[in-house]
């Protein structure tokens, strides 16, 4: 009889909470919280149920974050100093005092840029570029031209400007992820 109470009582925990023991009994605008490394973010939460508390905020991951306000249904992240995906877990209790938690994942994006970003130059001057990765665990970067005739850069981001005036770009793509990215515009006059 013992086991039967206790199989119950597991049962209905299960239930109640979900498979993985957390509730999402919450919305959350924006949907899909995304950052960029140290960017401030608003997030506001809906609770889909009658809730005792306010809501306090915490994130799962040691150096994922934090706070400028950590309690209430509108909060403030701040994201860390390094891309990846984070976890934003809410508390609260319930009228019958039963605990209320919901996670979130949120979205921590590099911050990459050139400089300098705009730059005019004479046909055939050069100019040194160099690139930031903010966020990634090395700024090292591959340099390219994105117009087939819009002059060389070396590896070491030394660009030497094409013959012909015009608009033309200068890339530089991280080797740590290549789907990250900045350009820099260079005017030929």
């Not at 990846?84 to 019958?96: E, I, K, M, P, S």
């Not at 665990?137 to 087939?148: A, K, L, N």
């Amino acid at each position: 009889m013992v086991r039967l109470a206790l199989a119950v009582l597991v049962l209905t925990l299960t239930l109640a909470c979900g498979p993985s023991g957390e509730d999402q009994g919450l919305e959350i605008l924006p949907t899909a919280p995304s950052a960029k490394v140290g960017e401030q973010i608003v997030i506001q939460a809906e609770p889909l149920e009658a809730l005792a508390t306010d809501l306090t905020w915490e994130v799962r991951e040691p150096h994922g974050g934090g706070f400028l306000r950590s309690q209430g249904f509108t909060i403030t992240y701040v994201a860390p100093a390094s891309a990846g995906t984070y976890t934003l877990v809410a508390h609260a209790r319930r009228a019958d005092g039963s605990r209320f938690r919901a996670t979130f994942p949120v979205q921590v994006r590099p911050d990459p840029s050139v400089e300098p970003a705009m730059i005019a130059l004479a046909p055939g001057d050069t100019q040194v570029f160099a690139a930031r990765m903010k966020g990634l665990p090395r700024s090292t970067v591959t340099w390219s031209v994105e117009e087939p005739e819009g002059g060389e850069i070396s590896p070491e981001g030394l660009y030497r400007a094409p013959r012909r005036s015009g608009t033309y770009h200068v890339i530089a793509t991280s080797t740590v992820d290549a789907a990250v990215s900045a350009t820099a515009t260079v005017k030929v006059e």
